[in-house]
């Protein structure tokens, strides 16, 4: 009989046995691995920048359920999921964003709003080359930026943002030039001056990296680029400073030690100047000059945040820097991959896993390189990859 | 030489286990075919020589409760005010062998009769025992149509309600009694009436109580008594137990289908003890019973949309499907797996007390007292994602009574009488479960020890002013938006509302204090004469809030108090041998208790009061052996008038209508009058074999002054609440019932045809009152019903080890549409649901006694729908199928915009489900895919299925 008894435990143990689990909907995949793939917008996510060692900021665009906008400012976990909008409250609205860069203490965000591109400039049915006679592909050229503003806000969004600290930028010789003689060309038709400096060409490619901001350590001052040369900027102040020997110099980032800045500067040839004519239905419609500046090759410098002479690191672009102060991560176009650029002057190496990468940002902790992959013309994506130390 | 008891009819059980003599037999037989609104029947009969001579001065009793009677000159007695139940009769004389009869079965309202022949015994012989038959093959005395189920059928069948047990009456499928709407039926508790006056057809009986804790249950269909007020299609008596005036008894059960891994969650402890309670003097009994169970799923039928198949869906539908289940999207078929189902966690507590006292005298005093707490969630499709945002319902009832008997037996005659007082209490509650009860709520083994809570429950109990005051909506409830935790991820934003609560609050309260009387007479010769009256005061409350968590919205509130109140007299005359009839009267009353306004749309209107209303009923029945059929051919007739007071929800406005979705309005109208009926019925019973018997029954119930939801007064443009529904059901029933050694049967088939003008006071459908006045089919037009019940072995009263109880039930669909399938306009659609059937068994195997205890015990396995059936309940009238028309899925499927762009892997709304491809993006034709799906499974028909198959072990100990 006692062994009949224990025949009931089963009985016994499941009644005892209480409801399971709720339904519960497994919608995302945990991101794991020393290379992750953390973000898939079909645009350009660009430029990200650590707030802890557990945030990324970075430009994207307004991808659902984000209002439309050419570029906007998000923050996404290091471990993949849901990205969020930085600052909502600006982007209720179509404002192209880019760049945001937490402050070393988390409380302020710098940015860059860029103004509305050049888009009256020409255009037609077809275009041609008034030199040669040519056709030209008009999609060739993208419309010019003329013009951004920096600002710094509150992270938490507290204030009204017409009171934020600011500092425009000014993009100069883009705009329309009546008298501007074209030899064979009727005067009565618009022309349009256009230089593209070889940030109008980085912009084109990808985005607003050469106006990076770059928080100083003690984040009081901002250093940026306009295009021409680096900028110190104390918020709140009206006008930034040019910073002494920063000229050409493009994506500022300020050394952990706070008493250097790193900038990619553009070695270039000599301009040429390109006129083509619009055409609408088979009529003239407008000219358009375009100055042209040839990039032989970009290096990476490194300046006195005092200002000074500047100190070749050999090539590289879009700097971002070891939390130790050690070496600088760049873009080496050469091989289309991110280096380790030691700053005592060693020998340089390749990242692993970065192929096609853009924008390094090295987490505080040194532990993740966080990096936008090219995939295809305008589509960028946010990698991460293990630093192996 | 021993005893003899005479066999003078061909319904009669001499177990051969007790080796009685062939010649010693026992007539059981029924007289007084009428019911009566009481659980008490009588035991009438003559006892006489071996030689025939009736034998004057034989003492007849009876225990539990102490009965007692003396034969007269011509040997006959009555012991009236038997309690229900299998009772044992004692039969002594000096000078003649003592005789006890076991299992007598005595039922509510009739007559036993026993006839008796004593052996001379001139020394004093140990006494014979024998048992009566328990299952009556064949009631030449009654002209009811009716099904007793007893005590040891309700303890064996693998029943989890009591109401299950009702399916098993030929007559009543679903909870519909010949075809009448749920509610048209009457509950009467040891001769109490407990109908649930307010909400009866919408909510059904107000009172449950634990199989175990019936001594029988009699289903009256056809032929009412006159004591059965309140009742147009039918009357459920219950009959409780009382403990033995022996012996303690008790009974402790467990069953749960805990042990599979894929279960239900169903648990349920049973505990029964009864037995006499010396201390409060000699006789006194007292009986317990304890019902306690959890479900994890209280209702397991869920299965969701987008598991159905192709040939569940219209056409154009389909073979999307097809695309869905076969390509890429194959992921959003099915997308989760039965056991992660959302569920709808429950629990029950049934608790029931009954003490019985002799005084003395012939008096005795009865206190009962039953107490329940019903709570479940309520599953809806569009919270069913939600886990903390449910819609749940939690219900409190109670009864007590106190009943002062008096009986006196004299021999040839009995009187009886006795005075009542009842007071019953019924709460519902029905809104937005607090988080609390989902989550921190103790529970164990899915039993929770605290009742449910819900958002703002006192804030929707307080007074109205106060509530007008705060200006508020109901605490705590937020409005409907959101889509986090669908299968679909956030990407099926917009059509699952999993981030609001449900917006109804809703409760009501029903409180009465009754007192009723009741006198009667039982002669030796059978007849019997009774008379009563009762009278009932209600404090009725309703609160009703549609839209709580608007501050702006409007509740509905009212506090009244109706009375009721009725008389009824009957004589029955005859006997199992000859004519017997049953002729009575009835008269009910009622005052709602409540002032109205008749134009609603006229603030300015005069208020007037409800008057009384009065419904005379009389009631005739008859039944008799057909002459030369030597008892073998039963034929019975009779006449009902009926009537019934509206459910007092007609008197308020009410939001009803498809799972409180489409918030269809009516007005009440307190001015509503008696609902009312005439039923006929002609019936035949033949013994075919000395084991089998059937009975055919054929009736027709002309219904009248039904509350409908159709007719507009004034201005107003809500449909307002009238008597202007009534249809006419016939039918044929048949009902067979075996007994063989060691097994017994019982079986029926019904067939009604169910015709009338009717707008359903509760449907969705609304008839103006300038249309025409159509005919069209009711619920139960067509409506084939089977049920079938076998006990075997030890449930049957076996000696053996082995017990197994079965019961079957198969019935036809309802009608889809009444109006479609009148106009034929949609030929397309199917005029009836499909048939469904379903089979529950119980296996018992005993095993002996348990060491160191003295008790014994034996093992059971429960099954439920064993045969594993997809019983379809239900179809969607715009298709006809269980999946949606096109045009209303391609509505809610439109709801939600599909994105221009690709959502990437980043996005809020990105879900790894949609992505089909894993490229870490959806894309707009990924996106439309999941609305498919998402869409199909917001017309989740989940609650259109039957019970799954379900096992359950259990282990019961009797001590």
Redesign the interface.
């Known amino acids: 009989?006692?062994g009949?008894?224990w025949?009931?435990l089963?009985?016994?143990?499941?009644?005892?046995?209480?409801?399971?689990?709720?339904?519960?909907?497994?919608?995302?995949?945990a991101l794991t691995g020393d290379s992750v793939?953390?973000?898939?917008?079909?645009g350009e996510d660009r430029a990200p920048a650590w707030r802890g060692n557990d945030t990324l900021y970075y430009a994207t665009g307004g991808?659902?359920?984000?209002p439309p906008s050419q570029g906007a400012l998000?923050a996404?976990p290091r471990e993949?999921?849901?990205?969020?909008l930085v600052l909502p409250e600006l982007q209720q609205f179509t404002v192209f964003l880019s760049t945001p860069v937490p402050s070393p203490a988390g409380d302020r965000v710098a940015y860059i709003a860029l103004n509305p591109l050049f888009t009256p400039a020409c255009r037609g049915d077809s275009a041609i080359n008034i030199k040669n006679g040519r056709k030209v592909t008009t999609a060739l050229f993208a419309p010019p930026l003329t013009g951004a503003r920096l600002s710094v806000r509150a992270a938490n969004g507290s204030g009204a943002p017409g009171d934020d600290p600011r500092v425009l930028i000014d993009f100069a010789s883009v705009g329309i030039a009546p008298g501007l003689p074209v030899p064979g060309v009727a005067p009565g038709l618009l022309r349009y001056l256009i230089f593209e400096y070889p940030f109008q060409r980085d912009y084109a490619a990808g985005g607003a990296i050469p106006f990076r901001p770059s928080w100083s350590p003690d984040g009081s001052k901002v250093a940026y680029s306009d295009g021409l040369r680096l900028n110190l900027w104390t918020p709140g102040q009206a006008a930034a400073v040019p910073l002494a020997g920063g000229d050409r110099a493009v994506s500022a980032a300020w050394s952990p030690s706070g008493d250097r800045i790193a900038a990619a500067r553009a070695l270039v040839q000599d301009s040429t100047i390109t006129d083509l004519l619009y055409l609408v239905a088979n009529e003239a419609a407008c000219v358009e000059r375009r100055i042209s500046y040839n990039v032989t090759s970009t290096r990476l410098v490194l300046l006195p945040a005092a200002g000074g002479t500047a100190t070749d690191l050999g090539e590289g672009e879009e700097p971002g820097w070891a939390p130790d102060g050690s070496a600088i991560y760049v873009r080496r176009a050469s091989s289309n991959q991110i280096w380790r650029v030691p700053v005592s002057g060693g020998v340089a190496t390749a990242v692993p896993g970065t192929t096609g990468g853009h924008d390094p940002a090295v987490s505080p902790d040194g532990q993740w390189l966080a990096f936008a992959r090219t995939l295809t013309p305008g589509n960028h994506d946010l990698w991460l990859v293990r630093l192996s130390h | 030489m021993p005893s003899r008891l005479l066999a003078t009819a061909p319904t009669r059980r001499l177990p051969s286990a007790l080796r009685i003599p062939s010649a010693l037999s026992v007539l059981l037989a029924v007289v007084a075919g009428g019911a009566a609104a009481q659980t008490n029947g009588s035991i009438l009969g003559q006892v006489t020589s071996a030689a025939g001579e009736p034998l004057r001065g034989v003492q007849v009793s009876v225990t539990s409760p102490a009965l007692r009677a003396v034969t007269g000159t011509d040997g006959r007695f009555v012991l009236g005010a038997v309690p229900a139940g299998e009772r044992t009769v004692h039969v002594e004389m000096l000078g003649y062998r003592a005789v006890t009869v076991t299992g007598v079965r005595v039922s509510s309202g009739r007559a036993t009769e026993l006839k008796l022949q004593l052996e001379p015994a001139p020394v004093s012989l140990k006494g014979i025992e024998v048992e009566a038959e328990r299952v009556r093959l064949i009631e030449p005395e009654v002209s009811t149509t009716h099904e007793v189920v007893t005590g040891r059928e309700l303890r064996e069948l693998p029943l989890d309600r009591i109401e299950d047990a009702l399916e098993l009456a030929t007559g009543v499928s679903q909870g519909h009694f010949r075809g009448g709407r749920i509610g048209q039926e009457t509950y009467v508790v040891d001769g109490l009436a407990v109908k649930n006056v307010l909400e009866a057809s919408s909510k059904g009986a107000a009172l449950e109580f634990s199989p175990t804790s019936l001594d029988e249950m009699d289903v009256i269909t056809g032929g009412l008594s006159a004591a059965y007020g309140s009742a147009i299609s039918g009357a459920v008596s219950y009959a409780t137990r009382r403990g033995s005036r022996e012996r303690w008894e008790s009974n402790a059960g467990?069953?749960?289908?805990?042990?599979?891994p894929k279960?239900s969650?169903f648990?349920s402890l049973s505990l029964t003890t009864g037995g006499p309670l010396r201390m409060l003097g000699d006789g006194t009994t007292v009986f317990g019973d304890l019902l306690l169970q959890g479900m994890?799923d209280a209702d397991p039928h869920a299965r969701g949309a987008t598991c159905l198949s192709s040939t569940d869906l219209p056409t154009e539908v389909a073979s999307r499907l097809q695309l869905l289940r076969g390509g890429a999207g194959a992921s959003l078929y099915c997308p989760?797996a039965p056991?992660?189902?959302?569920?709808d966690?429950g629990d029950r507590v049934i608790g029931f007390l009954r003490l019985d006292r002799p005084l003395g005298g012939g008096l005795s005093l009865t206190a009962t007292a039953l107490g329940n707490r019903l709570q479940r969630q309520l599953y809806t499709p569009e919270l069913?994602?939600s886990?903390g945002s449910q819609l749940g319902q939690r219900s409190y009832g109670s009864l007590g009574t106190l009943t002062l008997d008096w009986t006196r037996n004299r021999g040839e005659l009995t009187q009886h009488a006795l005075l009542r007082g009842g007071v019953m209490r019924l709460d519902r509650y029905l809104g937005a479960l607090d988080p609390w009860t989902m989550g921190d709520r103790p529970?164990?083994?899915?039993f929770g020890f605290g009742g449910f809570r819900f958002l703002g429950e006192d804030f929707a109990r307080s007074s109205p002013e106060a509530q007008l005051q705060a200006g508020t909506g109901v605490p705590g409830y937020v409005p409907e938006g959101g889509a986090i935790?669908?299968?679909?991820?956030?990407?099926g934003?917009g059509i699952f509302f999993t981030t609001g609560t449900p917006q109804l609050a809703n409760w009501t309260r029903s409180e009465q204090v009754s007192a009723d009387v009741l006198g009667e007479v039982y002669t030796a010769t059978g007849v019997v004469a009774r008379a009563g009256a009762s009278g009932k005061l209600f404090r009725i409350q309703s609160y009703e809030r549609t839209a709580a968590a608007n501050p702006g919205s409007a509740f509905n509130y009212a506090l009244f108090f109706p009375r009721t109140a009725s008389g009824f007299g009957e004589v029955q005359w005859g006997t199992s041998d000859e004519l017997h009839v049953q002729i009575g009267v009835r008269l009910d009353a009622f005052k709602p208790g409540l002032d109205f306004r008749f134009d609603r749309a006229n603030f300015l209107a005069p208020s007037l009061q409800t008057d009384w209303k009065l419904a005379l009923m009389p009631r005739f029945g008859a039944s008799m052996p057909l002459p030369g059929s030597r008892g073998r051919t039963v034929l019975r007739a009779n006449f009902t008038r009926l009537a019934e007071p509206p459910d007092f929800q007609y008197f308020l406005d009410t939001t009803v209508g498809d799972s409180l979705r489409t918030s269809i309005r009516r007005q009440g109208n307190a001015n509503l009058s008696f609902e009312h009926g005439s039923a006929y019925e002609v019936g035949v019973t033949q013994l075919l074999t000395p084991a089998l018997s059937a009975a055919v029954t054929v009736f027709r119930k002309d219904l009248e002054n039904l509350v409908s939801g159709d007719v507009r007064f004034g201005s107003s443009t809500d449909p307002t609440f009238s008597l202007a529904d009534y249809g006419t059901v016939t039918g044929l029933e048949v009902a067979v019932r075996g007994r063989w050694p060691g097994w017994t049967l019982r079986a029926g088939y019904s067939l009604q045809k169910a015709v009338g003008v009717s707008s359903g006071a509760l449907g969705d459908t609304v008839i103006s009152v300038s249309d025409s006045r159509v005919t069209y089919p009711l619920s139960f037009d067509q409506r084939h019903s089977i049920d079938a019940s076998v006990l075997a072995g030890r449930a049957a009263g076996g000696k053996g080890r082995w017990g197994a109880a079965l019961a079957a039930t198969a019935r036809s669909g309802y009608p889809l549409d009444r109006r479609l399938s009148v106009s034929g306009a949609r030929s397309d659609l199917p005029a009836y649901l499909p048939w469904t059937s379903d089979l529950t068994g119980r296996a018992s195997y005993e095993?002996?006694?348990?060491?160191a205890c003295g008790c014994r015990w034996r093992?059971t396995v429960d099954g439920r729908n064993l045969l594993g059936l997809h019983n379809v309940m239900a179809l969607r009238r715009d298709s006809g199928l269980l999946g949606p028309a096109a045009d209303a899925l391609a509505a809610v499927e439109g709801g939600v915009a599909v994105?221009n762009?690709?959502?990437?892997?980043?996005?809020?709304?990105?879900?790894?489900?949609?992505d089909l491809n894993k490229?870490?993006?959806i894309t707009p034709e990924e996106f439309r895919a999941a609305r498919f799906a998402a869409a199909l499974d917001r017309f989740d028909p989940s609650l259109y299925y039957g019970e799954p198959l379900q096992l359950r072990?259990?282990?019961e100990v009797t001590f």
């Open positions: 009989m006692r009949r008894i025949l009931l089963p009985l016994l143990i499941g009644a005892c046995r209480d409801a399971p689990d709720p339904f519960t909907p497994v919608d995302r995949v793939h953390l973000t898939y917008y079909l991808f659902a359920p984000f998000a996404l993949g999921g849901a990205a969020r | 467990l069953r749960s289908d805990g042990f599979q279960g969650g648990t994890a989760y056991s992660t189902l959302p569920h966690a069913k994602y886990t529970t164990f083994a899915n935790g669908s299968p679909y991820g956030p990407a934003q095993l002996g006694s348990l060491p093992v994105p762009a690709p959502i990437p892997l980043e996005s809020p709304r990105y879900s790894a489900l949609i490229d870490g993006n072990a259990g282990v």
